[in-house]
């Protein structure tokens, strides 16, 4: 790292430690107070109001509740920062003082718990803390930066059984990665009277296009072929529910964002990640807009408690996303997550 190089990561630890406090108080306000998917207003204009008072041009109400910060200064590329900001229908077992006691009506009219078991009150801490620093160090950087705070990551609105299994094993190659899941079966009322009709929610994750449509096909003509061997009294109804664009970081971004992160940090902690099926739709950013994107992961689990899990054989037992106990630890997490965010400043 060079010497400037050097004495501004000095700088950025050095700030970083007078505005901990806030952004922690921040973020635990955030977690107890979580959001369902398009309800996220109270969270929107929490950042809406960070970003206006250091001086970004805002816009609220993008697809609903989304907000977007414009600052410019000078000529230079334009960075986005993406924050997602919805809960999850989730009842807290965490058992932290500030965990959430919240419930609100889901789009089906039902009263149900309400959780950030996915990190979102985490992400829109960082995007604020570091569209922040940003916004009050503009003699380091010369660009446009765009903080988005978006909704409704969780049902894939806010950017854009039996033989069902065998999908993946007999309709894919070894070689292409995906998974069905059945994740929700419904179907009549009571033990000993048939049901006229069922509902079965599939849950579908690949690497590749055209493996998905493959799969979904394969779907459709299982499904078909089954209500017709059985002489069902009507052909299936198949609706698309949620959908999700593809996540695939652009090359050459996602190396300059590596090299920025290792100038910054120990090259250790820069770490490459394998595919993975979680569902997530950021890639619509850069579908959309025909720009490249990079997407990386921050770790948020206790150092101390993954060790003594690790010794033990214990690790798959630690919670994750959406998991009632899930609870990132707040140090090291925030301040992690928000330095992240500052070597990527847009020239």
């Excluded at 977690?31 to 008072?53: D, F, N, V």
Aim: net charge negative; aromatic share 6%; proline share 7%.
């Amino acid at each position: 790292m060079s010497q400037e190089g050097q004495q501004h990561s000095e700088n950025v630890l050095t700030n970083l430690g007078t505005v901990l406090p806030d952004l922690e108080s921040l973020y635990k306000d955030i977690h107890s107070h979580p959001e369902l998917s398009m309800q996220e207003k109270r969270t929107a204009g929490i950042a809406a109001e960070h970003l206006r008072s250091t001086g970004f041009d805002v816009t609220t109400g993008i697809g609903k509740t989304g907000v977007v910060g414009v600052l410019k200064n000078g000529d230079g590329p334009t960075i986005m920062l993406r924050a997602d900001m919805d809960a999850l229908p989730v009842l807290e077992a965490t058992g932290l003082p500030y965990a959430s006691k919240v419930t609100s009506t889901d789009r089906d009219g039902k009263t149900v718990p309400v959780m950030h078991a996915c990190g979102h009150d985490m992400h829109v801490t960082w995007l604020i803390g570091a569209a922040t620093w940003f916004a009050q160090h503009r003699n380091g950087w010369r660009g446009t930066l765009m903080p988005l705070f978006q909704p409704a990551e969780e049902t894939g609105e806010g950017a854009g059984a039996i033989r069902l299994q065998t999908i993946v094993s007999r309709e894919v190659a070894p070689t292409d990665a995906a998974v069905v899941t059945v994740g929700s079966l419904q179907a009549g009322t009571k033990e000993n009277v048939i049901p006229d009709e069922a509902i079965i929610k599939l849950n579908v994750r690949t690497f590749d296009e055209d493996v998905r449509r493959r799969v979904l096909a394969a779907i459709e003509r299982i499904v078909n072929a089954e209500a017709e061997a059985s002489r069902a009294p009507k052909k299936p109804e198949i609706t698309p529910l949620d959908r999700y664009a593809f996540v695939k970081n652009d090359p050459d971004a996602t190396k300059r964002v590596a090299d920025a992160f290792r100038s910054y940090f120990p090259a250790e902690r820069v770490q490459q990640t394998q595919p993975t099926t979680a569902s997530e739709d950021f890639g619509s950013f850069g579908t959309g807009w025909h720009v490249p994107s990079v997407f990386w992961f921050v770790g948020g689990t206790d150092p101390d408690l993954y060790a003594k899990a690790k010794k033990a054989g214990t690790v798959a037992n630690i919670p994750t996303n959406h998991n009632p106990r899930f609870a990132p630890v707040i140090h090291p997490t925030l301040e992690a997550g928000r330095r992240w965010s500052l070597p990527l400043k847009p020239g």
